[in-house]
T-cell receptor, first 112, second 111 residues
Framework: GQQVMQIPQYQHVQEGEDFTTYCNSSTTLSNIQWYKQRPGGHPVFLIQLVKSGEVKKQKRLTFQFGEAKKNSSLHITATQTTDVGTYFCAGSHAGNNRKLIWGLGTSLAVNP | ETGVTQSPTHLIKTRGQQVTLRCSSQSGHNTVSWYQQALGQGPQFIFQYYREEENGRGNFPPRFSGLQFPNYSSELNVNALELDDSALYLC??????????FGPGTRLTVT
């Protein structure tokens, strides 16, 4: 079936180090969204990417959508303790954009 | 905060019982979707409502049903509760297929 794979599952970094999580789909996505969920909280919408090869930045966060629209990445520059949480990608497949298929998330821990 | 509210925050039910969870959408949003999130897992899409009709559904059995009201608020109903239904139930509102804005969730425990 349609799946969205996300790696790594966990990442432990020192404060100030960079962090990247990757999202891969077996089929072409119509769009991809990224969310952050703090421990004990609910997912918070970060961004949506729609165009092939799209790159968007939010302060220290850089989001990319692959040329084939099958993969995406989130890169955080110089992590801070406030970046702690689980980052999820969620994609919609062409032909059924009402259903968001979620990755399992990457849990980020940041040592001060 | 997103402006999406859910009630109740916590609920304990017995296997076989029925439960209704409620959600109020963010102002200006016309679409509501429901998700089940087990501990340590990503959200699983249950279904989505637009203009009071279900217009998308994930791999959940018919005992999971819902409603959307004219003011875009929504309910999730689960019949014949099973132990595996224990999870965090998240409601999200959106404008069409844009970003989903989640409520704080309802923690359901089935014993």
């Amino acid at each position: 079936g349609q799946q969205v794979m996300q790696i790594p599952q966990y990442q432990h970094v020192q404060e100030g180090e960079d962090f990247t999580t990757y999202c891969n789909s077996s089929t072409t996505l119509s769009n991809i969204q990224w969310y952050k969920q703090r421990p004990g909280g609910h997912p918070v919408f970060l961004i949506q990417l729609v165009k092939s090869g799209e790159v968007k930045k939010q302060k220290r966060l850089t989001f990319q959508f692959g040329e084939a629209k099958k993969n995406s990445s989130l890169h955080i520059t110089a992590t801070q303790t406030t970046d702690v949480g689980t980052y999820f990608c969620a994609g919609s497949h062409a032909g059924n954009n009402r259903k968001l298929i979620w990755g399992l998330g990457t849990s980020l821990a940041v040592n001060p | 905060e997103t402006g999406v509210t859910q009630s109740p925050t916590h609920l304990i039910k017995t296997r076989g019982q029925q439960v209704t969870l409620r959600c109020s959408s963010q102002s200006g949003h016309n679409t509501v979707s429901w998700y089940q999130q087990a501990l340590g897992q990503g959200p699983q899409f249950i279904f989505q409502y637009y203009r009071e009709e279900e217009n998308g559904r994930g791999n959940f059995p018919p005992r999971f049903s819902g409603l959307q009201f004219p003011n875009y608020s929504s309910e999730l109903n689960v019949n014949a509760l099973e132990l595996d239904d224990s999870a965090l139930y998240l409601c999200a509102s959106s404008l069409g297929q844009g970003g989903r804005y989640f409520g704080p969730g309802t923690r359901l425990t089935v014993t």
